[in-house]
């Protein structure tokens, strides 16, 4: 009887968790009610959603790259070497998951822009000009993107033992053989599950790359600014894009589910 009575949820709680799960399974349902199922072959198969899922997958699979080159050795930092400061780094480093992605991409627009800090120094100097351009949306997408990683990374480091480093520096081996050889393997769930969830979110990226790289069919147009063009003249069309992304945000944190959720 105690067992069960424990068990028993409050009405005061299920009633608002409820009316949450609602609130958020039902614009998911809405898409798929409004889905043309029936045309979504011939949709699919159109050149511009082609075109968009091409470049699409192409940049965000580049800004991974990227994220995993630059953000794995600053997860080390963060979570192996203490220095000074190291609680405003890493708080500055988690800044794009909070800031509005509009506002990235006019801060990147300040910095590498033809007048920015480093564009006009890249402009005058070598020619590049980086804005409006599909190195501007990989760019884009990797800046808001790398924070997952990082924190992701960083999570699994300092889970991890450390004792197996140390022995591999008592043998002789160096740090960085020790990085590769011994760290970089027992991270390594880590490092997978922050690239899938950062290759989705660069995947689904929209405010800093309109800002930073605009719109631009089969250089800058990628699915999100396809989307948001298509509302205002083809809501089917618009429909199927964002299918498209939602399934592959529902794959992923399926596939995460485990590692990055802990749901059982």
């Known amino acids: 009887m105690r067992r069960a009575h424990s068990r028993r949820v409050p009405v005061a709680l299920l009633v608002p968790a409820t009316i949450g799960l609602l609130f958020l399974l039902l614009p998911l349902v809405g898409l798929l009610a409004r889905t043309p199922w029936g045309t979504l072959p011939q949709r699919l198969t159109e050149p511009g959603v082609l ?18 080159v630059l953000g794995v050795p600053l997860a080390w930092l963060l979570a192996r070497v203490p220095f000074p400061g190291r609680r405003l780094v890493r708080a500055l480093v988690t800044v794009p998951l909070v ?30 000009t980086l804005p409006f351009t599909t190195t501007a949306v990989v760019m884009a997408q990797a800046f808001v993107a790398m924070p997952f990683l990082i924190i992701a990374v960083e999570g699994a480091l300092r889970g991890a033992d450390t004792r197996y480093e140390e022995a591999a520096a008592t043998l002789g081996a160096g740090r960085w053989t020790t990085f590769t050889q011994v760290t970089l393997p027992m991270i390594a769930p880590g490092v997978a599950a922050g690239a899938v969830l950062g290759w989705a979110r ?39 894009l964002s299918l498209i992304l939602l399934t592959v945000s529902v794959v992923i944190l399926a596939s995460l589910q485990d590692r990055w959720v802990g749901a059982p």
């Open 99 to 128: 800031l509005p992605p509009v506002v990235g991409g006019v801060a990147l627009l300040l910095v590498f822009g033809r007048r920015g800090l480093l564009g006009s120094w890249l402009d005058e100097t070598f020619g590049v």
């Open 51 to 68: 075109t968009a899922l091409r470049l699409s997958v192409q940049t965000a699979t580049l800004a991974t790259l990227l994220c995993l």
């Open 202 to 240: 660069a995947l689904g990226e929209f405010g800093a790359t309109i800002t930073f790289a605009g719109n631009y069919p089969g250089r800058t147009q990628t699915m999100p600014v396809a989307v948001y063009l298509a509302l205002e003249t083809d809501l089917e069309a618009a429909i199927v």
